[in-house]
């Protein structure tokens, strides 16, 4: 099962938004409403802040949003935050076995 | 609250073999699928495998990496979920950690163990 292909890098302003793409084939992402988004600051373990494509766990704030369309998934970040600047994965079932993508790290300038 | 934490992790040669476990509290564990996740040194995360909770309860996944090599039980007594990994190689080292599954997502995360493989 090869990685899901996510950006490795995207940056933005305080204030701004922006999107992560994570495309996978019919096998994962296109063929599951099981898509979840993590982030994961230096050194710590990853939190879960998309589930299920669009759901947001409680207390993530409706900053986050994820949608899907056809075998690629994206994560929009708006209102872009300090503590924004981490790694953001995205994660697919996949029958039986689950998949992560590439990681893609993002910068506050 | 979900709590989870692993032990275990240390230096192994090649071919090796090393047990980690994982203690949960805070969760209903027979019903819980628990799952291993590895990040390499600098590298992204890689779901290793896991163990299903009710009604399947005890039957595993694995990816095809540690397929044949690494196996997962859990203790429901002592509510603590194990990986025995078998035949140890370099590209094995990591941070592994043990993961609530919830639906088709990673709940809730332990802070991880090392696991280095290397002569």
């Known amino acids: 099962q090869s990685a899901l292909t996510q950006p490795p890098s995207a940056s933005g302003s305080p204030g701004q938004s922006f999107t992560i793409s994570c495309t996978g084939t019919?096998?994962?992402?296109?063929?599951?409403?099981?898509v979840s988004w993590y982030r994961q600051h230096p050194g710590k373990a990853p939190q879960l802040i998309i589930y299920d494509v669009t759901k947001r766990p409680s207390g993530v704030p409706d900053r986050f949003s994820g949608s899907k369309s056809g075998n690629t998934a994206s994560l929009t970040v708006s209102g872009l935050q300090a503590e924004d600047e981490a790694d953001y994965y995205c994660s697919s079932y996949a029958g039986n076995s689950f998949v992560f993508g590439s990681g893609t790290k993002v910068t506050v300038l | 609250e979900v709590h989870l934490a692993e032990s275990g992790g240390g230096l192994v040669r090649p071919g090796g073999s090393l047990r980690l476990s994982c203690a949960a509290s805070g969760l209903a564990f027979g019903d819980a699928f628990m799952n291993w996740v590895r990040q390499a040194p600098g590298e992204g995360l890689e779901w290793v495998g896991r163990?299903?909770?009710?009604?399947?309860?005890?039957?595993?996944d694995f990816a095809a990496p540690v397929k044949g090599r690494f196996t997962i039980s859990r203790d429901y007594s002592k509510t603590t979920m194990y990986l025995q990994m078998n035949n140890l190689v370099p590209a094995d080292t990591g941070v592994y950690y043990c993961v609530t599954q919830y639906g088709g997502s990673f709940e809730s995360w332990g802070q991880g163990t090392l696991v280095t493989v290397s002569s």
């Open positions: 163990i299903r909770g009710s009604p399947n309860s005890g039957t595993t």
């Open positions: 019919s096998s994962d992402v296109g063929g599951y409403n099981f």
